[in-house]
């Protein structure tokens, strides 16, 4: 069986990231993390220059894999939008994998230890999702709201907490079961080749045409203030 060529889209969170695959091996990452950073403007500009840059043409691919969630409302339906026009235009497969499982990849340990990925869900609220060392999930997504009475609906033992939620975890989460990575702040694309080439695999397709993103909440904005008379 030829290895296949697989693109992959993470844009769950500030890191809009690009990274073409060809089987195991990494062919080319392109992304950009900034806290105002629009995926609209530059994620479509990063793919011409993956594909370009891995010397591969779009109708070359034999299927699309998409960070689901959770994360970002606008950052993911930009994500999912943009995977499934090219899987439609160019009949090929779509594959999605947990945005926190993604950022688990990049937490390598020996150690027993439960793995912790946090995505900032604003104010004092967190996506999260335990994996164990082998960096395999042992429980379903939540959101949590990060406060003293927290730290009992948590793994016993040892916990590494890293991602852009874990910050606002420091002053609650003091005692020394609780580690910290600092190094490890977003999901990357580059980091779902093993997932999505493993779905590719199996064949573990999504429906492209009824596919969502995984939101976990629901979107809110604040209500428009009346206009004075």
Not at 19 to 47: M, Q, T, W
């Amino acid at each position: 069986m030829l290895e296949p060529y697989l693109l992959h889209l993470e844009t769950a969170t500030t890191n809009c990231s690009v990274a073409v695959s060809k089987g195991e091996e990494l062919l080319y990452c392109k992304e950009s993390n900034s806290p105002d950073f629009r995926h609209s403007d530059y994620l479509h500009l990063f793919i011409e220059e993956a594909l370009s840059n891995a010397n591969v043409k779009i109708n070359e691919l034999n299927g699309v894999g998409v960070s689901m969630g959770p994360g970002s409302y606008t950052g993911l339906r930009i994500g999912v939008s943009s995977a499934k026009g090219i899987c439609f235009a160019n009949d090929i497969p779509l594959m999605a994998v947990n945005s926190l499982a993604v950022m688990a990849q990049q937490c390598k340990t020996e150690e027993q230890a439960t793995l912790l990925p946090m995505i900032d869900a604003r104010r004092m609220e967190v996506f999260t999702m335990p994996f164990n060392q082998k960096q395999q999930p042992i429980a379903q997504t939540k959101a949590l709201i990060i406060s003293e009475e927290t730290i009992a609906q948590l793994p016993k033992g040892k916990k590494i907490l890293f991602g852009s939620g874990a910050e606002k975890c420091k002053s609650f989460f003091t005692d020394e079961e609780f580690h910290f990575r600092d190094d490890i702040r977003v999901p990357s694309a580059k980091d779902m080749l093993p997932l999505i080439l493993e779905k590719f695999n199996q064949e573990q397709f999504e429906d492209v045409a009824y596919f969502e993103p995984f939101y976990l909440k629901d979107f809110y904005t604040n209500a428009p203030k009346p206009k004075s008379v």
